[in-house]
């Protein structure tokens, strides 16, 4: 006769042999650690004839418990409308362990003359940023084909 199984050993037996669905309800709460990634933001549709129309460095020290919070406009310069067409947004975040700020475009961007990118940084972080934008003039005159005159 087959001996039958304690009832305390029960709870014990089946985490052990349990539905292959069973999930532990604290995966829920605390998502297991994913790699830390750069927080790079880049929107491109490059065309031909583009160039590069500005690129600087953004660097910011963190303060302890405080945000690093700015905004980068191009054209720098407000109420100039320049005439070219942004066909490409880089910013590319130097701190790349995860630790660094995040981008994100608050106004104007791809197919307009201008665009305000929003930088902030992780709570008690600093920030290090290249910011470039791609684009061209509509108006101006493609480059003149060159000939050889040697013949």
């Not at 006769?1 to 304690?6: D, G, I, K, L, Q």
């Not at 995860?98 to 930088?119: E, P």
């Amino acid at each position: 006769m087959p001996r039958a199984t304690p009832m305390f050993l029960l709870p014990l037996l089946l985490l052990l042999v349990g539905p292959t669905w069973a999930q532990d309800p604290l995966d829920e709460v605390f998502p297991p650690r994913q790699p830390r990634q750069p927080h790079d933001l880049i929107l491109c549709d490059m065309k031909p004839g583009d160039q590069l129309l500005m690129r600087t460095q953004v660097k910011q020290k963190g303060q302890f418990l405080s945000y690093v919070d700015m905004d980068f406009m191009y054209p720098p310069v407000i109420g100039y409308e320049f005439t070219e067409v942004i066909h490409c947004i880089k910013v590319t975040d130097k701190v790349s362990d995860g630790n660094g700020g995040y981008a994100t475009i608050k106004s104007g961007g791809l197919n307009q003359n201008a665009v305000t990118i929003n930088l902030r940084s992780q709570l008690g972080k600093g920030i290090e940023f290249i910011l470039e934008v791609y684009g061209q003039d509509p108006t101006a005159a493609p480059p003149a084909a060159t000939t050889d005159s040697n013949n």
